[in-house]
């Protein structure tokens, strides 16, 4: 009678991980195991694998108009603060660093296309007895060129995150 118990509470101990995996359900972008908000919310069960959420950090929506709302995030409320004169010499720099790396990727743009001749580069080698290699040759050209692409849009992007440069008084 003992072993019969003691089986049962060792088995029981070990579907327990099993039991702790309630239902989840996807409202949107929000995530819950309460079956009487899904249901009025119209949520759909999310099936397969486990589901982790991180609490996220909440907005503050009551803000007054007198705060002047900018699209700038502001810092996490325990980081240093840092002076404004500080703050538009660290704009500078990066906005610099930005330029540089731009006239660089801008450059490297202008090799590949000049390289890359409208899709018809010069054959190379074995090229000429291996048309193959020439094809895969042109198509890594062609993705290299949409890379660098994308990294100058990518620059742009951030270069236009900046704020504008301000001239000394």
Same mark, same amino acid.
């Given at each position: ?29 929000e ?19 486990n ?26 409320? /325990?980081? !240093?603060?840092?002076? $404004?004169?500080?703050? +538009? ?7 610099? *660093?930005? @330029? ?5 990727a ?10 890359y001749?409208? /899709?018809? !580069?010069?054959?190379q $080698?074995?090229?000429? +007895? ?7 040759? *042109?198509? @890594? ?18 270069? /236009? ?9």
């Open positions: 009678m003992k072993t019969a118990s003691l089986i049962f509470l060792a088995g029981s101990l070990i579907a327990l991980p099993a039991l702790a995996q309630e239902r989840v359900w996807r409202c949107g972008n995530y819950t195991n309460n079956a009487t908000i899904a249901q009025q919310k119209g949520c759909k069960v999310m099936e397969g694998g589901v982790t959420v991180v609490q996220g950090t909440k907005s503050s929506g009551g803000g007054s108009a007198s705060s002047g709302s900018s699209s700038a995030a502001r810092a996490p409320a /325990g980081s !240093p603060r840092v002076e $404004g004169v500080d703050q +538009r010499a660290r704009d500078g720099e990066a906005r610099s *660093v930005l @330029e540089s790396e731009l006239k660089k801008e450059a490297r743009q202008a090799e590949l296309q000049k390289e001749n409208n /899709g018809e !580069p010069e054959k $080698g074995s090229e000429g +007895r291996n048309y193959q290699k020439y094809l895969d040759r *042109v198509a @890594e050209m062609k993705a290299e060129l949409a890379r660098n692409e994308s990294d100058i849009a990518g620059i742009r992007r951030e270069i /236009g995150r900046l704020p504008n440069k301000q001239q000394p008084q």
